[in-house]
């Protein structure tokens, strides 16, 4: 580590008793014997010479080991609290049992206070041998004969690896003669046995030195330029599928997160996460500056993706599955076979907890692939919490597709047709009117031909006389298709349009179907597609607060396939079966 303010001096009643380290911005560790030393009932300080002319700041005892008074006593450790924090990056630990280089020797320094060195000192050590000592303590031995060598002042210093600067224990007795140059170092899976706190410091072996020292190099930064973020967003966005969840409370900070991923992630997959992780805080150095508010930016949409399916047992049940994705990447958030009339309640826990792994910084978008049957159901009318009935859409932008567009063929297709549509200002609106005299198969080469991108409904999907048409559009496939649920033979089904005759609506004057396609013409005239959701839920919102507005029941079909982690080259969903 570059910064070395983290050595501490401990005084005692304004003398220098010995020497300890900064473990987390307000607790410094020291050996008990170093505090016990020290004049009865004087007040505690700690002094970091490493800020020069920076006044002692206040401490008191708030934990021990259980130390018992003797030179040869267990537990030799003690826990100081400042009265502040310090605006100083804690020490870094090195994972357990770094201190002895096998067949090479590493090199260890210790950083002590004896007499005449006010400012402090360094020692070079070295660790005998892997064997602990009463099961307590490692045994150090000089690294030159010649060096400076332990003394009085030098208990409770940090023992730190010289080619990294991560901690391995702490000094905690030396030899009772100047002449044999040797001493005793407290190990940190020793010190975290005897205060429990110090283990999630600690981090696992899984991690190569150079990534701990990259990320940790880029946290202090973070730290010092003052960058912000949603620690635990940020974690869950690297986070793998077997990583463990982040603690209830969260992280307090930046730091705190890091500090869980070094030393609570092992086995395989570890590096790989750190690696994310690394990734993501330093992308947050390179957030590009907010785009003027007449010009904003495309939205990097995180979307989390409702995946609705029948049972295929015939009881009407859905098999429901919730996924975030963020970073290129699929989290499952929760599957399950859930009745009708549940999954509203079923969808609105699971968005809830997917929203902890999108991308920090993203838009978020709701989107429902959903059966055909399903296509028209006012999911964004769902309410948006429990404690809450705001609707969804009027929350989040909400979108929904059809099941049948997941297919790999249609994928492509769509794939390709939002290439073309990137950094498009806007498209036309290719009107599908109530009375459109057009055969089906007509307008699917008029939409391919045309390269058509947003077709927009006057009637429901269920109106008998353009059924035929919606199923057409869906599979040429359109990458937006737009209706209202109550428009001309909507929701009521009645085909009746505005005319109230109970004839097939022909699409004239005073039809419901025609005012929808003009209002939804003028209103996304000129919206880049990219921008339609967001468009959307601005046009929900007015839709909510008015009476009678036009929009009322809008349902937006939007499809951009390169949002989504391919389905057929991840985990197949609803792994179960029909009746299971």
């Known amino acids: 580590m570059r910064s070395a303010e983290w050595h501490a001096r ?19 560790l020291t050996c008990a014997h170093v505090v016990h030393d020290g004049p009865p009932g004087a007040p505690l300080a700690v002094t970091f010479t490493e800020r020069p002319g920076s006044p002692p700041v206040p401490a008191r005892l708030v934990a021990d080991g259980g130390w018992r008074g003797s030179a040869a006593g267990l537990g030799d450790l003690a826990v100081l609290r400042l009265d502040r924090e310090m605006p100083i990056e804690p020490a870094a630990l090195a994972p357990a049992r770094s201190a002895h280089g096998g067949h090479t020797p590493r090199k260890l320094l210790a950083y002590g206070f004896p007499v005449g060195f006010d400012e402090g000192t360094l020692a070079e050590y070295r660790v005998t041998a892997p064997q602990l000592i009463s099961g307590e303590w490692m045994q150090l031995e000089a690294w030159q004969t010649d060096g400076q060598p332990l003394a009085p002042g030098f208990s409770g210093a940090a023992v730190t690896l010289v080619e990294t600067g991560e901690v ?7 030899a009772a003669t100047a002449e044999v140059r040797n001493g005793r170092m407290m190990p940190t899976e020793v010190m975290a046995r005897h205060w429990p706190d110090l283990a999630g410091l600690v981090p696992t072996a899984d991690h190569r030195t150079a990534d701990r020292a990259r990320l940790r190099d880029l946290v202090e930064r973070a730290d010092r330029d003052g960058v912000r973020c949603d620690p635990v967003r940020l974690y869950r966005a690297a986070a793998g599928p077997l990583d463990p969840e982040p603690p209830e409370e969260g992280f307090a900070s930046l730091r705190s997160a890091a500090l869980f991923v070094l030393c609570e992630i092992d086995g395989g997959d570890a590096a790989a996460t750190v690696a994310r992780f690394t990734a993501r805080v330093e992308a947050l150095f390179h957030r590009p500056a907010p785009a003027p508010a007449a010009a904003p930016s495309t939205p990097a949409w995180s979307p989390i993706l409702v995946d609705l399916r029948h049972s295929g047992a015939g009881d009407g049940r859905m098999l429901v599955e919730v996924s975030a994705y963020s970073g290129g990447r699929r989290h499952p958030v929760g599957s399950d076979t859930v009745a009708s009339e549940r999954v509203p309640a079923y969808v609105q826990d699971r968005i809830e907890a997917a929203f902890g792994h999108l991308t920090p910084g993203s838009d978020e978008l709701i989107a429902f692939a959903l059966p055909r049957d399903w296509i028209d159901r006012p999911v964004d009318r769902w309410a948006s919490a429990p404690d809450d009935d705001v609707p969804l859409g009027c929350v989040y932008p909400v979108v929904v597709t059809d099941q049948a567009r997941r297919r790999a063929g249609a994928r492509h297709q769509l794939t ?58 869906l599979t040429a496939p359109a990458p937006v298709v737009v209706w209202s649920r ?5 929701e009521d089904g009645t085909g009746t349009g505005g005319a109230g005759s109970g004839e097939p609506c022909a699409g004239d004057a005073g039809c419901a179907g025609k005012t929808f396609l003009d209002e939804l013409d003028a209103c996304v005239s000129g919206v880049p597609p990219a921008e339609l959701p967001r468009r959307f839920l601005a046009l929900r919102e007015e839709a909510d607060a008015e009476d009678g507005h036009w929009a009322h029941g809008i349902q937006l079909l939007w499809d951009d396939p390169r949002l989504f982690t391919d389905p057929h080259t991840e985990t197949a969903p609803h792994l179960r079966t029909p009746v299971s």
């Open 10 to 28: 401990v005084e005692c009643g304004g003398e220098v008793v010995g020497a300890g380290f900064l473990v987390t911005p307000d607790t410094v």
């Open 416 to 473: 390709r047709a939002w290439n073309r549509l990137d950094g498009t200002p806007g498209i036309p609106l290719h009107r599908v009117e109530c009375g459109t005299p057009d055969e089906p198969r007509r307008l699917r080469a008029r939409l391919r031909q045309s390269g058509a991108c947003l077709a927009g409904f006057g009637t429901a999907p269920a109106a008998p006389r353009t059924r035929e048409h919606f199923d057409t559009t």
């Open 168 to 174: 391995v224990g702490m000094v905690t007795a030396a």
């Open 486 to 490: 109550g428009g001309c033979g909507g």
